[in-house]
């Protein structure tokens, strides 16, 4: 039985460890200048949140890829839900990273 709190990008304590790591990987790939312990894992990627365009995600996905062996594919349906924030993003990660 499925409930609302069982959704993957609602963020677990287990998950917080690589939502940090994850942080820390965007400020890398992108040069950020805010500190990642400072991003808020919960805002939007883009528009109001992080304010990310499709350059910065491919960015990301690339170093994704690079460290966790495997790939997000720009044509998979779910890149809204995946890409909604560092959160659901981490939740996706868990699930299918080989590294």
Same mark, same amino acid.
């Given at each position: 039985? /499925?409930?609302? &709190? &069982?959704?993957?990008?609602?963020?677990?304590?287990?998950? %917080?460890?690589? +939502?940090? !790591?994850?942080? *820390?990987?965007?400020? +890398?790939?992108?040069?950020? !200048?805010?500190? #990642?312990? !400072?991003?808020?894992?919960? %805002?939007?990627?883009? =528009?109001? =949140?992080?304010?990310?365009?499709?350059?910065?995600? $491919? !960015?990301? %996905?690339?170093?994704? /890829? *690079?460290?966790?062996?495997? *790939?997000?594919? /720009?044509?998979?349906?779910?890149?809204?839900?995946?890409?909604?924030?560092?959160? /659901? $993003? %981490? #939740?996706?990660?868990?699930?299918?990273?080989?590294?």
């Amino acid at each position: 039985m /499925s409930s609302p &709190s &069982s959704d993957p990008a609602a963020g677990t304590a287990s998950n %917080a460890p690589l +939502e940090r !790591e994850l942080a *820390q990987l965007f400020v +890398e790939a992108l040069n950020l !200048e805010t500190p #990642a312990e !400072e991003l808020d894992v919960t %805002a939007t990627l883009f =528009g109001d =949140g992080l304010g990310l365009d499709s350059i910065d995600i $491919l !960015e990301v %996905a690339l170093a994704i /890829s *690079q460290r966790y062996g495997f *790939q997000l594919r /720009s044509d998979d349906e779910h890149n809204v839900r995946i890409f909604r924030s560092i959160r /659901s $993003l %981490a #939740a996706h990660v868990a699930e299918h990273r080989v590294r």
